[in-house]
């Protein structure tokens, strides 16, 4: 018997229920739908995004680190093992919202202006969110949490492309791309910055950011009308540095990383091949570091990972209390969860080397800040000095959790988090881009606790939303020609079925790769030589068959030169130049 999915047993109840003028149509698993008003079975849709992990920090992908939430999504929904995001977040950002490439957007590298079509920094008007698609099919659309898409950060200064005015009835979060937990940078609610403490809708005990954005993503579904399905994009700032956590989530970890990187990323190893996430015939990437018994610092090492894990542990509590409010409000089997990350675990030692700064031996003087101030200096993300006036400490040996300290867990930690595969965020090797996606909805998919194996991604979520929202994709808005979706929808994956496609790309600070089937081929910096690998055979990127296969690495050489010119890929020196 062929299977039925939620939208074709649900939209039937419907046929004909024409209210409000909002006559939409779509198809699911290639099946086309009929007219329907917007008082329908469409299912709300909820995109979670996490902020630089790597690909086996959750349980469910492997780790040990305590997200039973995020298990429980994935043991009753689906993963994706080979599912991509752009190495970077403010091009995944502007491509998972936009369903382009990140050149497409205008975002090509991060938010700064190269004077180039490709990398404003800014998105441009030739794209649409997902919530301006989603809105205009009668969607309400809210988001909790870190923008980062465009240039324009102060509070005084231009709006265009902040959320409210980018499809979004309500926000919740930061504009910038990182902050201080206890008091970011940048908070802002709808179009007004505000402090964590002249907030009058928003008054926590303790504040803490990733607390936060559960907090006000759990009031949006709470507070919103039945009459029509929503759309919610939280996107939490954790893991990214500063590692700051709350002592209680701390404290669950202490110790657990005593033993150094290896023997965690060899447990890791173990159990994503016991799950199935990667082939046991796949050796893992030869660790980066120089071996635990030469660590001179090993508790500040260990410290700096049980911070990590405690900011992740929140977070999954935090989506804990969505999904309760969501079985609350009993719209939990017809919400199309999504989760995934930005990019791979980040190497980058951001005031964790060098001397502690300020001088601990010599007094430092800083004035205390009101209630009204906000914590800019600037528009910066890394604020010289708590609200009570005490300086930021940085630098090697300064244990992490605090308000006043601002460290980053480390290359060698990131190294960890990317098991089994090589480099990190920035890179396109595997290490760089990999993403667990998990998706959750039990009234439009069959399979439970399945892998998916397709591969994905995240131009391929536009499409997705289109599709089972039944929302039309413009080719018009607001004046300007918009461009074609460069994905594919996911919706076949749900019932396993391929997703069809001749290859994907990459692009980032001259970084290059291409993904045509099970051969990718890669580079390292816009210098670095191509490299080809057979990702059936060897995903973790040790046996480079460039040579070997010249004519396949030529042939896919030639498809990133044709597709970096479509979508205005330019080198950062070449840009400058001009």
Known sequence: MERTNFSRRQFLKTVGAGAAGLAISGCIGNRKLFSQSENTGRPNIILIMSDDMGFSDLGCYGGEIDTPNLNKLAANGL?????????????????????????????????????????RGDLNNTCVTIAEVLKSAGYSTYMAGKWHVTRFTAP??????????????????????????FDPATLTRDNTMITPYNDPEYKPKEFYYTDAITDNAVKYIREHKTDKPFFLYMTYTAAHWPMHAKEKDIAKYRGKYDEGWDPVRQSRYKRCTELGLIDKDWPMSPPDNSGWEKEANKKWESVRMEVYAAMVDCMDQGIGRVLDELKRRGIFENTLIFFLQDNGGCAEELDS?????????KPVEYKPMSKDELMLAGVSIQQLQTRDGRPIRRGMGVMPGPVDTYIAYGKQWANVSNTPFRLYKHWVHEGGISTPLIVHWPAGIKDKGKLRNQTGHLIDIMPTCVEVSGAKYPT?????KIQPMEGKSLAAAFDNKPIERKAIFWEHEGNRAVRMGNWKLVAKGQKGAWELYDMEKDRTELNDLAQQYPNQAEEMSAMYQEWAKRTKVVPKKAAAAK
């Open 79 to 119: 993963r994706f093992t080979q599912f991509y995001n752009t190495a970077r977040c403010c091009p995944t950002r502007a491509s998972l919202l936009s369903g382009l490439y990140p050149s497409q957007t205008g975002i090509g590298h991060m938010t700064e202006d190269w004077g180039t079509e490709g990398y």
């Open 156 to 181: 005084d200064g231009p709006k265009h492309n902040w959320p409210l005015q980018r499809g979004f009835d309500k926000f919740y979060g930061t504009i910038v791309g990182a902050g201080n937990y």
């Open 353 to 361: 080397r060098g001397p502690i700064k300020p001088d601990p031996t």
């Open 476 to 480: 018009d808005f607001k004046g300007n």
